[in-house]
Nanobody
Framework: QVQLVESGGGLVQAGGSLRLSCVAS????????MGWYRQAPGKQRELVAT???????NYADSVKGRFTISRDNAKNTAYLQMNSLKPEDTAAYYC???????????????WGQGTQVTVSS
């Protein structure tokens, strides 16, 4: 069994910062790409940022220069540092990861339960 658990969400004023964490736990042999997605009410889930096992990163244009994704492979953890937050960043943020359990030959895709980020104007 594999779980992804996010934390760090909350209410912040525009211009403020938050740091999200995503911890993968359970039967893990290796973790490939990890990423953060978000979904605002009435909108589709969208990519925020991804990071490969080799630390190559990719960002949505809307967050470039403000958000930074990173990971600690020893802790099976991904982070999302969010600076200069805007009201339009308000959404539920979800962690995503491709994880290979020891009992499988291939990677499977896992999602966390989400953490709410609310940015007030």
């Amino acid at each position: 069994q594999v779980q992804l658990v996010e934390s760090g969400g909350g209410l912040v004023q525009a211009g403020g910062s938050l740091r999200l964490s995503c911890v993968a736990s359970g039967s893990i042999f290796s973790i490939n790409d990890m990423g953060w997605y978000r979904q605002a009410p009435g909108k589709q889930r969208e990519l925020v940022a991804t990071i490969t096992s080799g630390n190559s990163t990719n960002y949505a244009d809307s967050v470039k220069g403000r958000f930074t994704i990173s990971r600690d492979n020893a802790k099976n953890t991904a982070y999302l540092q969010m600076n200069s937050l805007k009201p339009e960043d308000t959404a539920a943020y979800y962690c995503n990861a491709y994880i290979k359990p020891p009992y499988r030959r291939s990677y499977s895709n896992y999602w966390g339960q989400g953490t709410q980020v609310t940015v007030s104007s």
